[in-house]
């Protein structure tokens, strides 16, 4: 037997089992072993009956009597009396009727449980027992308690893992020997069977500690390697123009913000040098990300190339574009919009002018990856939103030129660094801090259901004094298994009664794209006073006149998301308010407490990531992929320790396959992270 044996060659594993453990997903002896326990309980410590105490316990103890009786259907009832030479106590299992079978024999047993009152006495709840042995499986010891997967119960876990034990004891090593040495680790073997079989809890700990490390440290390493790679790459070499960008900056409605400018900077420098780009723009909702994108694409065009933005939506798409045509006509730059909704000639056109060079920035959706988009001289892509998309796509816009073009990649995501430092540790990051100046604070408030009617007051009050509104809904259309607000009915509601006497649009993702546009455009242009639409809003659209938001059954959203919606507002001179609205009266989440009581979209990520784990953050397409078994990135601690190492791994001759499945699997977070 080996570690790729399968399951059912282990003892005590027939058919039956086996097709357990292969419905759960564990096939060989090798899935087995790193099925790794949730939590551990201590019953290491054999207590006398005399001195025994309410809480985890384990006695060893003969059974004198023992008895089952069923109580109603579906439970049956067994209670036995246990004694050792100092005392007795009364043992109870539920629907346990095997333990009469068990227990008879008169051999001495440990049993592990719960010493706690019920039915108005003093018990041991459904202990474990196994006969008095050198090794128990099941009791006597801190016991691993496993994840529940279909029908598969703790103790037949531990029972086949009891029978894999030599081989856990001989498993190989996976990190290279002098990290196991300088970072102090267990070895791998070490981790695995104190994890499974712990003398003590501290020696969970430690194993955590090891296999954590190795986690973050395949993590990290792939992002190095990524990063390696990238260095090596040629890139566009694009001069630094500083007549041209003072002018652009000059001739901007207003002054970049201090961040702004360092990261048009940094951008340009890196513009300047021989190796691609590969940089992440970072900044809260309404930090300005579109402007310094603008500038470097009015750097590229200078000296000749192309610069391809794309968007996740139609609608954002749209703005950029009619943004940046405005920024970049006074320089004759051109700038053409290509989504799924520009059809017929106008797209055969634009496609030409696209191959042809004559179109220097060409906007887009999904559209601009599609095959027949080909482009002249391609040196800049800026992907926005760009956890919107999947590794593949982002692949399929940067291969579109002969040289790999400079990426920028924007996001009103704020990322925690931790998450910054592993996932995203092959990029260069820069970051928008600070709003433009002028901007006050977007006023939060949490609001009840029961006092609508005062809100729409307020509302009206905000249009009355010509500023605009949004409403937010999760549902389109009504849905008769829940009570969740839909657009439909909202829409139709408010412009039947409250708000008869203004003017309201309807936005959401199953209208046609040019019914979306239409809309999207008439609030734009202050046609409309109030918009009620689903999160299709969410990112990136921009109307500064709008400074009311009222986001209906709030608790259903997730701190980020609520924080992207509420950037919608809060984009102008104006105070700007955002509504909670929560779907029924009760008290209000932890949740919703944080967005109201903050504005910082860094903090709120930190909180998101506690919360709920990478995947929000680190976005839709690669959820779940980090599925990080024992780490976790709030551990920064062992992140730097992790970073320092990967860093030194790379830095040495050390060769990665040498190490099979630290390769293995390195290899597979770098598909996995990559953004080339
Ligand atoms: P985001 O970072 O959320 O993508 P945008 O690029 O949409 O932000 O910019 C938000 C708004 O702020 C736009 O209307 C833009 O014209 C404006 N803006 C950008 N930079 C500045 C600045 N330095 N001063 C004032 N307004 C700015
Ligand atoms: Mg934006």
Redesign the pocket.
Known sequence: MNLLSSLEKVKGVGPKVAEQFADAGLMTVDDLINFLPRAHEDFSHVTRIIDIAPGKATIKARCEKIATRPVRRGLRITTATLADDSGKLQAVWFNQPYRETQLKSGDEFYFSGEFEFNYNRYQLTNPSAELVSAMPVQTDRVLPIYRALKGLKTPLVRKILAELRPLITMLPETLPNDIIKSEKLLSRSEAILAMHFPKALEDVEKARERLAFEELFELLLASQLNRQDNSKLEGWHIPFNQLVVKQFVDQ??????NA?RIAVWEIIQDFGRKVPMNRLLQ??????????AGIAARQAAHSGFQTALMAPTEILAT?HAE?LQKLLSPFDVSVGLLTGSVKGMARKELYQAIKTGNVDVVVGTHALIQETVQFARLGFVVI?EQHRFGVAQRQELLKKSAHMPHLLA?T?TPIPRSLALTVYGELDISI?NEL????KPIKTKIWSPNSRAQLYELVDAEIGAGRQAYVICTLIDNNPDNELKSVQTEYKKLQNSVFKHRRIGLLHGKLKSDEKDAVMRQFADGQLDILVSTTVVEV?V?V?NATVMLIEDADRFGLSQLHQLR?RVG??IHQSYCYLITSTSAKPSVRLKEVEKSNDGFYLAEVDLRLRGPGEIYGRSQHGALNLQIATLADTRLIARAQHQARAFVESDKNLLEYKQLAMRVQHYQRLTTLN
């Open positions: 901007l409605p207003f002054k970049l913000t702004q900044g809260d909702v309404g930090s300005g990300k579109t402007v310094v703005q943004t926005d924007m009103a928008l433009p100046a002028g901007r990136g921009d500064p950037g984009r102008s």
